[in-house]
């Protein structure tokens, strides 16, 4: 009797949604990750956030928004960097400066941890690092370095050349 007066299905909600994601940032990841795969990694709600982000159609499916996303990453880069927070262009920029891809802990220490909601369609990011993630421009996951696993954030290699030229 005890415990039903202690169950909180906000608490519950909260812890849910926080091991969903984990368990995405915890998927493989290379530290040369094209655009078109990360983003085949999302579940197609995330495409949408993405999408929406970028000012593209949701309607499409999902291959058709991916190659949309590719297309404005590839050609409008500029524009999308230069609707950035200042804060999340700093932590591309500090990305960038590391070759690409960074430890997120490293990541995370100098920007704050990511707080967004798991569901990015109905909630976008707005962390420093969400922000960023949202626009296609970085992806999470574990990558093994030295032996060992850690959990890093990549900027896709097909941008990269880019982005170094306007950071």
Do not use: C
């Not at 997120?104 to 976008?124: A, H, I, M, V």
């Amino acid at each position: 009797m005890v415990n039903i007066l202690f169950f909180n299905p906000n608490r519950m909600m909260d812890m849910m949604t926080s091991s969903m994601s984990k368990d995405e940032d915890s998927k493989p990841i290379t530290l040369n990750i094209t655009i078109s795969a990360g983003l085949n990694k999302f579940r197609n709600s995330r495409i949408n956030a993405v999408s929406k982000a970028l000012g593209i159609s949701t309607k499409d499916v999902k291959k058709d928004k991916i190659d949309q996303i590719i297309s404005r990453l590839t050609t409008e880069l500029d524009k999308v960097i230069e609707k950035l927070p200042p804060k999340s262009r700093e932590a591309l920029k500090l990305v960038m400066d590391e070759g690409g891809w960074v430890k997120y802990n490293k990541l995370s220490k100098e920007y704050g941890e990511e707080n967004d909601s798991y569901f990015w369609e109905t909630e976008p990011p707005t962390s420093t690092v969400g922000v960023l993630r949202v626009h296609g421009l970085l992806f999470v996951g574990k990558a093994g370095i030295g032996g060992r696993m850690y959990k890093v954030a990549v900027v896709p290699k097909d941008i990269r050349k880019g982005l170094e030229e306007m950071l």
